[in-house]
């Protein structure tokens, strides 16, 4: 979709003058919008205009409205595609009132909106999700999705140093036109994913503006999606700690290397070879992982996670570079424990 050279460009235009390339994605994020809007109104204006010369064309002004009339249904039918919500365990304030307790406070820290749903997935991993009610015109429904996994991963402040991170793509306090873009550009992809998928022969007006704007607009708003990462990593150093975060990123990346090397790998072999189930992973989940201290292992996962460089297949920067961002070193900090296992100087 765009190259490396392609990226650094605009990156280090980023850098130059952070004020007017945000204004510059911003026009062109409004200039998409404004293009979907135009459509729709000129198939408005058209069927506006065939009712009202009903009374001078008669017979002749029905056989337009009929065709405009349905082309504007299908038209409008395909921006208004229903996107799938997220999967999980859906769970309110008197399920779990200490997590909801630092949901609650980092919302009102951040000036973030509230949550509509808090779902609990058996991924190693948190999200922000928004999804809308009303297809391309948007009334979106927020979702905060965090992984069982993840959070037995962590400690209580480790845990609000990654939801803190995720709640700054919503703040409306901290770079509120970069997070606006952060949201459009996941926005335009889902977009034009969906309208992929619901291909129809009759909706030309808008699929060939989507196959050429929308790769455009991903590679002119990748830079500031970076950046955006850079600065969910910063609220959230200052709303716990420049080392608590050191040690969040460190523990993930290492307790992510476990989980697909070793931990998963282990109970699908079991699974292979009895026929009903005999363990719950999530179970004696934090025992494993209390107990998982072998130093040869967590060294190498360490390193592992220190040499990936930060590319162009994700947003997310590497490991190193995010460390780095924040002035830290790795840090690897089992929570069950309690102390460092592996505290290593970049």
Same mark, same amino acid.
Request: glycine letters at 2%.
């Given at each position: ?27 062109l ?11 729709v ?20 002004? @029905?056989?337009?409205? @009929?065709?405009?009339a349905i082309?504007?249904?299908v ?12 999967q ?27 949550f ?6 058996d ?21 905060? @999705?965090?992984g069982l ?11 609000t ?5 995720e ?12 997070n606006?873009?952060?949201?459009q ?11 992929e998928q ?5 909706? @030309?007006?808008?699929r ?24 969910a ?7 716990t ?5 050191a040690?969040?990123?460190?523990t993930v990346n ?11 790998p ?10 009903k ?7 004696g ?36 570079d ?25």
């Open positions: 979709m765009y190259s490396q050279e392609t990226i650094a460009r605009l990156e280090q235009e980023l850098r130059e003058n952070p004020k007017a390339y945000h204004r510059k994605v911003k026009i994020a409004w200039l998409g919008n404004l293009y979907i809007a135009f459509g109104m000129v198939l408005v204006i058209l069927l506006i205009l065939a009712c009202l010369s009903i009374l001078v064309l008669k017979a002749f002004a @029905i056989k337009i409205i @009929i065709p405009v082309f504007l249904y038209i409008v039918k395909s921006l208004w595609i229903s996107v799938e919500k997220p999980g365990i859906a769970i309110q304030e008197k399920d779990a009132p200490e997590l909801f307790k630092i949901i609650n406070n980092l919302s009102l820290k951040l000036n973030s909106p509230s509509h749903h808090v779902l609990i997935t991924d190693f991993n948190a999200a922000v999700v928004q999804t809308p009610r009303l297809g391309i015109f948007g009334w979106y429904e927020n979702y905060l @999705i965090i996994p993840l959070m037995q991963s962590l400690s209580v402040q480790q845990l140093s990654v939801l803190a991170h709640f700054g793509h919503l703040s409306k306090n901290h770079a509120k036109t970069a606006w873009i952060y949201r550009r996941i926005r335009w992809a889902q977009l034009y994913q969906l309208v619901n291909a129809s022969r009759i909706d @030309i007006i808008f060939p503006f989507f196959k050429k704007f929308v790769p455009y607009f991903a590679s002119f708003s990748f830079p500031v999606a970076r950046a955006n990462e850079y600065e990593d910063k609220i959230s150093v200052e709303l700690s420049a080392e608590t975060v040690q969040t990123l460190t290492v307790v992510g290397c476990y989980l697909s090397e070793e931990f998963w282990t109970i699908f072999k079991h699974a292979e070879n009895m026929p189930p005999t363990i719950s992973p999530y179970l989940y934090v025992n494993q992982l209390s107990e998982f201290s072998e130093p040869h292992k967590t060294k190498k996962w360490l390193d592992q996670s220190l040499k990936l460089q930060t590319n162009l297949e994700d947003t997310h920067p590497s490991l190193m995010r460390l780095e961002s924040i002035g830290q070193t790795a840090q690897l900090i089992f929570a069950e424990k309690g102390h460092t296992e592996v505290d290593q100087e970049i």
